[in-house]
């Protein structure tokens, strides 16, 4: 074989080499790809006042920002999504992610300096849910007409939990029907405030002793089963009472 032949063969075998680590990067995309969709998307809605001065909301939105940016560095392979809604009294926050993600944002809070968040509780905690209610985590500090606009008001005289949880993820399914297009969801509510959950809720539901705080779920989260060492045992006699 001539040098022009071997160049050929070796340019052909380069190229087949070169195909075959394509393939094998795409196949690496691909699996990765199917591991975020893998992961049991849960959900978090977290309650919690903020202090009586109400300076640094916007510090407090870039922290929060910051925060889930770690998140995500950390745990490459899944979405974190959600929304912080920062009024003048208090904050709602809901992110949506794995487990562990969703328990470093509650260690966050429970570390938080009393300076920072006030009286935080735990609305609900979603488990296996079927698809997202946000796209990418965003945060929006509300002026106090926003926070309390005419359509959001309506009814706030309800003082049941249930009714105050249900008004609230009502509020947030509608605000995602308003985002299928991709939109960010701070133009939304500039020009849908109906869409807010008024500020008169959120205070109502951090009257309520039905929830927990952070730092009490973490404490049950994290504590073994208290599981009987007698359950499961038999005494053979028993099955042959004639003996």
């Not at 032949?5 to 199917?34: M, P």
């Not at 893998?38 to 929060?64: C, F, H, K, N, S």
Request: with cysteine; glycine share 6%.
């Amino acid at each position: 074989m001539d040098a022009s032949g071997i160049n050929t063969s070796f340019s052909f075998l380069w190229r087949n080499s070169k195909k075959e680590k394509d393939d094998r990067a795409s196949l690496f995309h691909v699996v990765s790809s199917q591991m975020k969709e893998d992961v049991v998307i849960q959900q978090l809605l977290v309650v919690a006042r903020l202090p009586l001065d109400g300076g640094g909301r916007t510090e407090l939105g870039d922290y929060y920002g910051k925060l889930i940016f770690k998140l995500r560095t950390r745990l490459p392979l899944e979405k974190i999504t959600g929304l912080l809604l920062i009024y003048p009294t208090c904050l709602l926050h809901v992110v949506e992610g794995s487990r562990e993600a969703l328990n470093s944002v509650l260690k966050d809070m429970a570390r938080q300096p009393e300076s920072a968040l006030l009286d935080a509780k735990i609305v609900l905690v979603g488990h296996g849910l079927q698809s997202r209610l946000f796209k990418d985590w965003n945060y929006k500090v509300l002026e106090a007409d926003q926070a309390a606009s005419k359509a959001a008001v309506e009814g706030d005289e309800e003082q049941n939990t249930e009714t105050l949880v249900c008004r609230v993820l009502s509020a947030l399914q509608e605000l995602k029907t308003h985002l299928a297009a991709g939109s960010f969801p701070g133009p939304v509510l500039d020009e849908r405030t109906e869409l807010i959950v008024s500020q008169n809720v959120l205070e109502k539901l951090l009257s309520q002793d039905d929830f927990m705080s952070p730092q009490q779920h973490l404490e049950i989260y994290s504590s073994p089963l208290n599981i009987s060492g007698e359950l499961g045992k038999v005494d053979p006699r028993s099955l042959f009472p004639d003996i």
